[in-house]
């Protein structure tokens, strides 16, 4: 059967590149450290396994399809209002709904160079043209996002921080960003590492929100909550936001043990706090022994930092990748995002941390490669 004779998506479709988790696996190692997908070394908070635990004996049941008790936890954690926020499949989840929302064929969005891939796949998937702008030094640069607005522009996609450089941009700058769209055009900050940043200039979102009617943060139980496994997204919108995306989400797009799970870790500050000071401890011990090897790293403040190899036969960033993993080392590789030359490594725990320098330190030293 020829390509005419069967049904075809709609133009944008296959031109979407499928978007590829980082790698778990290490064949032929002893112990696998993933340090591939940003995920937290502590795990969840014990509250949030019980309280997933506790809904075993009733997965016949369907969940709220409005999430109310994860809402209202959310809102009492951060102060808003239940009613302007939207749970979703991940934060990804709700990106995509964004742009099916917003989007009509051949409107454009803009996002950044090395920004998260979901916004590109997100847009074409929606039928839009996605319009990508240089970054300054591995970070957003509002000059360029503004110099791209056209009229065809309807969103404008951000992450802050941004996945995979671990910069960001401050309020100020942000809040002239958002100054300098058309009303028209929606701001969609993905704050999916916010809570492990720690800048006097920064903010997650939630002030331009609550004041603008053109902005919308999205946020994640992923990362620093470690209920990846589960998908939960969220965000915070205007009114007229929030009623759009209602009227396309799924009814229940929030498992119950989900909600239950993320109801309980938002109850569990602590366990939060001490996921930060990890962080915090071990970005900064890991930027400090890696630059000492003599290889650059973007300065980070999320989960992870990008660590740049040269081009040099041998110690290429491909050359390390086959290095680490041989070794149960898992770190990310960059092509995808236009960076060749660059490996991304989530903060782990004490042992994976300090086996990645050491091997690091052997990669460059020259050791046997097998």
Partial sequence: MSASERPTPRAGVLDINAY???????????????????????????????AFHSLADKLEQYPDGAATALREAIGKTFGLDPSRIVCGCGSDDLLNLLAHAYL?????????????LVYRNATLAAGGKPVEVAESDYTANVDAILAAVSARTRVVFIANPNNPTGTYISHSEMRRLQAGLPPRVLLVMDAA????????????????????????MTRTFSKIYGLAGLRIGWMYAPEAVVDAINRVRGPFNVNAPAIAAGVAAMGDPAHTEKAVAHNTQWLGWLTEEIGQLGLKVTPSVANFLL????????????????????????????????????????VGGEEANRLVVGALKSFLNGAARA
């Fill in 104 to 116: 009509a064929p051949g409107d454009e969005a803009i996002f950044t160079r090395h920004g998260f």
């Fill in 20 to 50: 590829v988790p980082g790698r778990s696996h290490a064949p032929g190692a002893a112990k696998v450290h993933k340090l591939s997908s940003n995920e937290t070394p502590l795990g969840p908070s014990p509250r949030a396994v019980e």
């Fill in 307 to 346: 660590i740049h190899f040269p081009k040099e036969k041998g110690k290429t960033a491909k050359d390390a990748d086959e290095f680490l993993v041989k070794r149960g080392l898992v770190l990310r590789r960059l092509e995808a995002y236009h960076l060749p030359d660059a490996l991304r490594m989530t």
């Fill in 193 to 216: 590492y916010a809570e492990y940043v720690r800048r006097n200039d920064y903010e997650a979102g939630i002030e331009l929100v609550a004041t603008c009617e053109n902005v919308v």
